[in-house]
Protein backbone atom coordinates (compact mmCIF):
# COMPACT_ATOMS: atom_id res chain seq x y z
CA UNK A 1 0.00 0.00 0.00
CA UNK A 2 3.11 2.38 1.12
CA UNK A 3 4.67 1.41 -2.49
CA UNK A 4 1.63 2.15 -4.17
CA UNK A 5 1.22 5.62 -2.79
CA UNK A 6 4.83 6.40 -3.43
CA UNK A 7 4.66 6.00 -7.29
CA UNK A 8 1.34 7.91 -7.41
CA UNK A 9 3.18 11.66 -8.40
CA UNK A 10 0.90 14.56 -8.19
CA UNK A 11 1.17 17.02 -9.76
CA UNK A 12 2.16 20.58 -9.04
CA UNK A 13 -0.37 23.23 -8.09
CA UNK A 14 0.76 25.29 -11.15
CA UNK A 15 0.16 22.96 -13.90
CA UNK A 16 -3.78 22.20 -13.12
CA UNK A 17 -3.93 25.96 -12.99
CA UNK A 18 -2.39 26.64 -15.87
CA UNK A 19 -4.29 23.53 -17.34
CA UNK A 20 -7.58 25.42 -15.91
CA UNK A 21 -6.31 28.84 -17.52
CA UNK A 22 -5.60 27.19 -21.36
CA UNK A 23 -10.03 25.81 -20.93
CA UNK A 24 -10.93 28.81 -20.13
CA UNK A 25 -9.15 30.72 -23.28
CA UNK A 26 -10.54 28.11 -25.33
CA UNK A 27 -14.51 28.63 -24.39
CA UNK A 28 -13.91 32.41 -23.98
CA UNK A 29 -12.69 32.58 -27.63
CA UNK A 30 -15.37 29.64 -28.83
CA UNK A 31 -18.00 31.67 -27.04
CA UNK A 32 -16.97 35.16 -28.92
CA UNK A 33 -16.72 33.21 -32.07
CA UNK A 34 -20.04 32.29 -31.88
CA UNK A 35 -21.54 36.01 -30.20
CA UNK A 36 -20.10 37.37 -33.37
CA UNK A 37 -21.77 34.67 -35.88
CA UNK A 38 -25.01 35.46 -33.98
CA UNK A 39 -24.57 39.20 -33.90
CA UNK A 40 -23.74 39.46 -37.79
CA UNK A 41 -26.46 40.26 -40.23
CA UNK A 42 -25.14 38.05 -42.89
CA UNK A 43 -26.31 35.02 -41.99
CA UNK A 44 -24.41 33.04 -45.19
CA UNK A 45 -20.56 33.43 -44.67
CA UNK A 46 -17.76 32.24 -46.83
CA UNK A 47 -15.63 29.31 -46.21
CA UNK A 48 -12.69 30.75 -45.71
CA UNK A 49 -13.80 32.99 -43.12
CA UNK A 50 -13.05 31.32 -39.82
CA UNK A 51 -9.78 30.39 -41.65
CA UNK A 52 -6.43 31.51 -39.69
CA UNK A 53 -5.25 34.77 -41.75
CA UNK A 54 -1.87 35.93 -40.96
CA UNK A 55 -2.81 39.74 -41.22
CA UNK A 56 -5.78 39.42 -39.03
CA UNK A 57 -5.35 40.33 -35.54
CA UNK A 58 -7.13 39.89 -32.47
CA UNK A 59 -9.41 42.86 -31.55
CA UNK A 60 -9.98 41.31 -27.80
CA UNK A 61 -6.87 42.08 -25.45
CA UNK A 62 -8.22 40.14 -21.84
CA UNK A 63 -5.28 39.22 -19.40
CA UNK A 64 -6.58 35.41 -18.39
CA UNK A 65 -3.26 35.97 -15.08
CA UNK A 66 -4.51 35.66 -11.99
CA UNK A 67 -2.96 38.21 -9.48
CA UNK A 68 -0.24 36.32 -7.33
CA UNK A 69 -1.30 32.57 -8.61
CA UNK A 70 2.30 31.55 -8.85
CA UNK A 71 3.43 32.94 -5.30
CA UNK A 72 0.10 30.59 -4.31
CA UNK A 73 1.03 27.86 -6.40
CA UNK A 74 4.76 27.91 -4.67
CA UNK A 75 3.22 28.38 -1.34
CA UNK A 76 1.30 25.60 -1.51
CA UNK A 77 4.27 22.97 -3.32
CA UNK A 78 6.39 24.22 -0.40
CA UNK A 79 3.60 23.10 2.37
CA UNK A 80 3.22 19.76 0.67
CA UNK A 81 7.27 18.99 0.97
CA UNK A 82 7.12 20.26 4.68
CA UNK A 83 4.14 17.92 5.34
CA UNK A 84 5.97 14.91 4.16
CA UNK A 85 9.22 16.22 6.16
CA UNK A 86 6.56 15.91 9.36
CA UNK A 87 5.04 12.75 8.00
CA UNK A 88 8.87 11.61 7.70
CA UNK A 89 9.39 13.04 10.91
CA UNK A 90 6.35 11.44 12.97
CA UNK A 91 7.00 8.43 11.63
CA UNK A 92 10.40 8.29 12.68
CA UNK A 93 9.92 9.82 16.45
CA UNK A 94 11.12 6.06 17.80
CA UNK A 95 14.22 5.46 15.43
CA UNK A 96 17.39 5.80 17.50
CA UNK A 97 19.92 8.28 15.65
CA UNK A 98 17.36 10.25 13.55
CA UNK A 99 17.72 13.79 13.23
CA UNK A 100 14.19 15.94 12.56
CA UNK A 101 14.12 17.39 8.96
CA UNK A 102 12.74 20.95 8.07
CA UNK A 103 12.06 23.01 5.46
CA UNK A 104 13.94 26.34 4.87
CA UNK A 105 11.95 28.68 2.76
CA UNK A 106 9.62 31.41 4.42
CA UNK A 107 13.10 34.08 4.94
CA UNK A 108 14.70 33.90 1.68
CA UNK A 109 11.14 34.05 -0.25
CA UNK A 110 10.07 37.04 1.71
CA UNK A 111 13.70 38.52 1.94
CA UNK A 112 13.35 37.87 -2.36
CA UNK A 113 10.15 39.28 -2.53
CA UNK A 114 10.25 42.33 -0.06
CA UNK A 115 13.62 43.33 -2.15
CA UNK A 116 13.14 42.23 -5.79
CA UNK A 117 9.89 41.21 -6.43
CA UNK A 118 8.03 38.37 -7.56
CA UNK A 119 9.63 37.17 -10.13
CA UNK A 120 12.95 36.76 -7.85
CA UNK A 121 10.85 35.14 -5.33
CA UNK A 122 9.09 32.30 -7.84
CA UNK A 123 12.87 31.36 -8.44
CA UNK A 124 13.86 30.68 -4.76
CA UNK A 125 13.83 26.76 -4.12
CA UNK A 126 13.04 25.35 -0.86
CA UNK A 127 15.64 23.58 1.31
CA UNK A 128 15.35 20.33 3.15
CA UNK A 129 17.18 21.29 6.63
CA UNK A 130 18.42 19.34 9.51
CA UNK A 131 15.68 20.47 12.68
CA UNK A 132 18.03 23.68 14.60
CA UNK A 133 17.19 23.78 18.91
CA UNK A 134 16.07 20.20 19.60
CA UNK A 135 17.59 18.95 22.20
CA UNK A 136 18.99 15.19 21.33
CA UNK A 137 17.08 12.56 23.19
CA UNK A 138 19.03 9.24 25.19
CA UNK A 139 19.07 7.28 21.95
CA UNK A 140 20.17 10.44 19.92
CA UNK A 141 16.60 11.04 17.81
CA UNK A 142 15.96 14.85 18.07
CA UNK A 143 12.46 14.49 16.89
CA UNK A 144 10.03 16.32 19.41
CA UNK A 145 7.00 14.91 18.82
CA UNK A 146 4.16 18.24 20.49
CA UNK A 147 6.37 19.97 18.34
CA UNK A 148 6.05 18.18 15.18
CA UNK A 149 1.88 17.96 15.93
CA UNK A 150 2.01 21.97 16.42
CA UNK A 151 4.29 22.33 12.79
CA UNK A 152 1.51 19.91 11.13
CA UNK A 153 -1.19 21.82 12.69
CA UNK A 154 0.70 25.18 11.52
CA UNK A 155 0.94 23.47 7.85
CA UNK A 156 -2.41 22.46 7.40
CA UNK A 157 -3.69 25.85 8.17
CA UNK A 158 -1.04 27.62 5.60
CA UNK A 159 -2.19 25.07 2.85
CA UNK A 160 -5.39 25.58 3.37
CA UNK A 161 -5.61 29.93 3.22
CA UNK A 162 -3.02 29.49 -0.14
CA UNK A 163 -5.75 27.12 -1.87
CA UNK A 164 -8.69 28.96 -0.86
CA UNK A 165 -6.98 32.33 -1.76
CA UNK A 166 -6.56 30.44 -5.28
CA UNK A 167 -10.01 28.98 -5.41
CA UNK A 168 -11.36 32.43 -4.63
CA UNK A 169 -9.20 34.30 -6.87
CA UNK A 170 -9.69 31.77 -9.98
CA UNK A 171 -13.73 31.95 -9.17
CA UNK A 172 -13.25 35.79 -9.44
CA UNK A 173 -12.36 35.00 -12.66
CA UNK A 174 -14.55 32.53 -14.02
CA UNK A 175 -17.44 34.70 -12.94
CA UNK A 176 -15.59 37.50 -14.99
CA UNK A 177 -15.58 35.38 -17.91
CA UNK A 178 -19.28 33.64 -17.29
CA UNK A 179 -20.85 37.20 -16.97
CA UNK A 180 -22.16 36.06 -13.48
Not at 28 to 42: A, D, F, P, W
Request: net charge positive.
Amino acid sequence: LAQNRASVKKKPAVTCLNRYLEERRLILCTSHSRNRLRNSSVRSLPSNRFKPNSSATDTIHMNLNIPQADLLARMMDVAQLRHRLISRNLANVNTPGYHQLEVSFEDAFSHALSKQGEGAALHIAPKVVEGQGNVPRQDGNTVDLDKELGNLNKNGLTFGMASQLLVGRIGMMRSAILGH
